[in-house]
């Protein structure tokens, strides 16, 4: 379904809006002149004018009920089921803000906010089409920029380095699957992001590969074979999804899917992380991070709640 109504906007060169679900199963797909008013957005922003921090306290997973999913990982990677796995979790997340607000004063690359059913705030794109090229922009690896040498550490972790490495790699055999001449055009290269209050640096790397005139019209088909994104999944991608089922104790939903916005040429798109979600009435930030066989519980389970934060320009 989602297939065919992108490839028909494509052909037609349609400008729309798409917001998909992490396992496909949910969607909003819409023209642009047609989008509800409870629906907004904005991509490739550029910062709004400065508001003061809002206050908030979040109640993450239990360390017990975390420490267990985690055990199952690293039991799954000795196994050769998966290299790498991205594990998350729902932190109760409570406010005196309603989501509209929170969208409004946020600042971040992409922004979405749904029907007072959930907003994000993502650093990461997903993939961009432009000129017959198309890019991605894996990013693993986080660390506070007050840290004394900041740079230098996380660039030099050799845990960071598995994980972005096999990210990498996992993402430049996906755009294999749409593109040719696929290469990495920038390896390990920092970004600088706001996390509330803080500042922190991301490692990122830049993948492009060549598409054919006329990719308009498989739009939904390429959207849809790369889907779910890599680097909110794992490798092998099949049977990580797989498993991040059968271990995580709750439905991801439209968190670490996708959403973006095709003009009728190109496509710009952003991974749905850094994500507040309404659920009766009650509001979840669902958030987490890459395990590999060299992870450590407790940081893991740190970084997961580091991940808490509603960027304030």
């Excluded at 906007?9 to 199963?25: A, E, M, Q, R, V």
């Excluded at 957005?41 to 809002?54: A, G, L, V």
């Excluded at 693993?140 to 840290?147: E, F, R, S, V, W």
């Excluded at 990580?240 to 271990?247: A, C, D, N, P």
Aim: include cysteine; hydrophobic fraction near 35%; charge should be positive.
């Amino acid at each position: 379904m989602i297939e065919t109504i992108l490839n028909d906007y494509g052909k037609k060169k349609t400008p729309c809006l798409f917001i998909i679900s992490f396992d496909k199963s949910d969607f909003y797909i819409k023209p642009l002149n047609e989008i509800d008013s409870d629906v907004l957005f904005e991509i490739e922003k550029s910062p709004s004018s400065h508001h003061k921090p809002i206050s908030y306290s979040f109640t993450p997973p239990s360390y017990k009920e975390y420490k267990k999913a985690f055990d199952q990982v690293i039991e799954n990677i000795k196994k050769g089921n998966t290299y790498l796995f991205n594990l998350t979790f729902p932190s109760k997340f409570e406010t005196t803000q309603d989501l509209k607000t929170i969208y409004q004063i946020s600042d971040a690359k992409f922004k979405l906010y749904f029907k007072d059913k959930f907003i994000c705030f993502s650093p990461e794109r997903f993939v961009n089409i432009k000129d017959n090229k198309i890019y991605t922009y894996p990013m693993k690896g986080t660390i506070d920029a007050k840290i004394k040498d900041a740079k230098q550490k996380i660039l030099s972790n050799q845990k960071e380095m598995a994980e972005h490495v096999m990210v990498v790699d996992l993402l430049r055999n996906d755009l294999n699957m749409v593109s040719k001449k696929v290469k990495v055009e920038k390896f390990r290269y920092i970004d600088k992001i706001k996390a509330g209050e803080r500042e922190l640096l991301q490692v990122s790397s830049k993948i492009s590969g060549e598409l054919e005139d006329g990719w308009q019209k498989r739009l939904g088909s390429i959207i849809s074979t790369l889907l779910p994104a890599g680097s909110i999944t794992g490798t092998p991608k099949k049977e990580t999804t797989r498993l991040i089922k059968e271990i995580e104790s709750y439905d991801r939903g439209f968190f670490s899917g996708v959403f973006g916005v095709f003009d009728g040429e190109s496509l710009d798109s952003a991974v749905m992380i850094r994500f507040i979600e309404k659920k009766d009435n009650k509001l979840y930030y669902k958030s987490g991070g890459g395990i590999t066989i060299d992870s450590d519980v407790k940081s893991e389970y740190n970084e997961l709640q580091e991940k808490v934060y509603v960027p304030i320009f």
